[in-house]
Every structure is written in structure tokens, then in C-alpha cells.
């Protein structure tokens, strides 16, 4: 099959190369997918475990994008849930080999239905901002209408969807970004923009909950913005600063069956609207990933016309 692999963590994204691969196999609890939508997220050769194992191990050559839609083509043993031909989306594995592939194998338990109607570009699109909003917000900062959120990057990929679901609880949304996306971020939903770059952030607050994507710098100066029993979640990468221990929650996001669905729910009801860059082949794949200019929105690589 045709994969896109990394050997090389210094050269990011230039060092993509689009090669052939054996098809996976599914091991117990698995399905292969073949893959017809595959979602990369623009840091992800950052992430230690594109480069290692769980116990460490040089994993390379690795493939690397998380997300996908497509249908499943085969069972490993013991798999139950799913049925081969099903049309499928959700998150795979960190520590295996992705989804930038024409096949993947993924544990069942990782994947839901995607229903008819949806589009597998708009399914590749949903996983991975959509579950980290739903367990940032519900999970881990237990969001309540009425309450106040500091949406930090609204106009990004993950708080695009942080806006619009703390807008959807009744929340007061304080949106952050660049001067260029103020509107799109009030025309998300909104009540305020901050504009990082020329607005103090000590004028906001104080609010009950800020949602983090950068750490460093902001997310530090952020904290003290938190009204008293307030919380501050992150999702910056492992090697960012933030707040002295215990201030924070870090997560990663998991997968989730019945979250994916809820998700999927919303974007066919019309209450979330999806936020998608640049859709590209998987030739062009690694010319799409290492464009020059400003990206705005998830990059999505239709693997399958
Ligand atoms: N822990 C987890 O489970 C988890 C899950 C998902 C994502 N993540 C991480 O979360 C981060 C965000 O991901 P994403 O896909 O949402 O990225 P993204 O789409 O690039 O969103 C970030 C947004 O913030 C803006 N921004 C960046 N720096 C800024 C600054 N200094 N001032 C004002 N605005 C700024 C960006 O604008 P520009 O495009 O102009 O820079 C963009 O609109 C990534 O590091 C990703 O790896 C973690």
C-alpha cells in the first residue's frame, strides 16, 4: 500500500516521504480501515511517541496522522462491535502506525460509526478537536452554563470546536487569537476576542475556566486569571511550560465511542460547524504539509477520491 513514513525527527515535516508498505494486519481487538479520509495535526512530529514505542523503542520508519474516516475491511480475532464494510471515523494510537496510509489497524473500541451522510473529509476533520473540546471542557473542566471560558487559539482547529460547545452549555465564551481572526471567532459564537498580540490579557477575568493550546508564556500569565474553585486545562505539548504543578490539568485526549457520536450528532444538526484547511491527495500529501503562508483550519488528506 501506499503510506507516508518519518525516519528522520529533525527534518519534520520535509523529512515526509510517500513509499510503499505491507497492508496491517489486525491483531486481537482490531480492524484494518481502509482509510478514505486522514486527518495530521501540524505539530504531531513533535510528539515522542511518533518516534517511540511504549517501552522507548525506535519505532521508525513510522506512519505518521491520527484521524481517519473510511470502511473497515477486515476483523482481528475477537473483535465485536464493528462489521466489515461499516463505514467508520474516529482517533488510532499514538505509539502505532497511522493513518497518512491507503490502510490502518486500529482497535475497534477506538472507532464509531460515521453515519451516510457525512462525509468522510468532514468525518477525518471531527476526532481529534472535537474529543479533546468534549474532555476538556465536560470531562475535566466540568463546564456548567453561565459560567465563563477562556477559549484560548479560538480560531484554530481545536478552539474552533472549544468555542462552539462552550457556547452550546450556556457558557460566556472570551475567545483568543490574532487580530486577523476576530470575526471568525465571534461568528463562531463568541462573546468576546482577545487579540493576543495587541490586547492586555490582564483585562480578561476574572473567568471560571480556561482552555489552554499553547502553554509557555500565556498560559502562565492565564492562570491568574481564574476566579477562585476556577480551573485551567491544557493540552500543550509535554515539553511546554505552564503553571507550577497542580495548577493545571494536562490531558491527552482518548478516543471514545459514544463522545465520537455526539460529536458527529452536532456537525449533522448543524450545531457545529467543522473547521477544515487545505484538503489534498495522498501524492501531494507532503507538498500539502510543508506549503509556506499562514495554515488556517485542519489539513485533510483524501486518500481515497
Ligand atoms: N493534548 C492533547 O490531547 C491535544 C489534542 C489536540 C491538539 N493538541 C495540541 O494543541 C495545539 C493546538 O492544536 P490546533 O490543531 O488547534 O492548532 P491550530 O489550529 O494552529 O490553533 C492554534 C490557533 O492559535 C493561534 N495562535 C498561535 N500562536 C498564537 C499567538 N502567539 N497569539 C495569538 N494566536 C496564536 C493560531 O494562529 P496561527 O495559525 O496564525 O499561528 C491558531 O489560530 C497543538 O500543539 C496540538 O498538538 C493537543
Known amino acids: 500500500m501506499k503510506a507516508i513514513v518519518v525516519t528522520d525527527q529533525a527534518a519534520g515535516t520535509a523529512g ?72 467508520v471515523f474516529g482517533l488510532t494510537d ?69 468555542t462552539q460547545f462552550a457556547r452550546e452549555v450556556g457558557a460566556y465564551v472570551i475567545g483568543t487569537g490574532r487580530a486577523a481572526d476576530r470575526q471568525a471567532v465571534l461568528d463562531l459564537g463568541a462573546n468576546e476576542f482577545v487579540d493576543l498580540e495587541n490586547d492586555a490579557l490582564k483585562d480578561v477575568g476574572p473567568v471560571d475556566l480556561v482552555f489552554d493550546v499553547f502553554g509557555g508564556d500565556i498560559v502562565k500569565r492565564s492562570a491568574g486569571l481564574i476566579r477562585a474553585g476556577g480551573t485551567l486545562v491544557t493540552i500543550a ?21 459514544a463522545q465520537l457520536a455526539e460529536i458527529v450528532q452536532r456537525v449533522r444538526d448543524g450545531r457545529l460547524r467543522t473547521n477544515i484547511g487545505t484538503v489534498s491527495t495522498l501524492d501531494e500529501a507532503v507538498a500539502a504539509f510543508n506549503r509556506t503562508g499562514r495554515r488556517k483550519g485542519k489539513t485533510i488528506i483524501r486518500v481515497r477520491p
Open 16 to 87: 515526509m516521504k510517500l513509499v510503499e508498505r505491507p497492508e496491517p494486519r489486525p491483531a486481537i481487538n482490531d480492524v484494518v480501515v481502509q482509510v478514505h479520509a486522514s486527518g495530521f495535526t501540524w505539530d504531531e512530529l513533535t510528539w515522542p511517541p511518533t518516534w517511540t514505542d511504549r517501552l522507548d523503542r525506535d519505532r521508525t520508519p513510522s506512519i505518521p496522522g491520527h484521524e481517519l474516516a473510511g470502511v473497515v475491511t477486515a476483523r482481528g480475532y475477537g473483535t465485536t462491535g464493528l462489521s466489515v464494510g461499516q463505514r
Open 94 to 162: 499514538w505509539t502505532r502506525d497511522g493513518t497518512l496510509a491507503e490502510y490502518v489497524a486500529v482497535e475497534a473500541r477506538n472507532l464509531a460509526p460515521l453515519p451516510g451522510d457525512v462525509d468522510f473529509t468532514v468525518g477525518a476533520s471531527l476526532p481529534m478537536p472535537g474529543l479533546t473540546a468534549w474532555q476538556g471542557l465536560f470531562v475535566h473542566g466540568r463546564v456548567r452554563a453561565g459560567q465563563s471560558v477562556l477559549a484560548h487559539g479560538a480560531a484554530g482547529v481545536v478552539g474552533s470546536v472549544v
Open 237 to 257: 505539548g509535554p515539553t511546554e511550560a505552564r503553571p507550577a504543578d497542580g495548577l493545571a490539568i494536562d490531558f491527552v485526549v482518548e478516543s471514545d465511542r
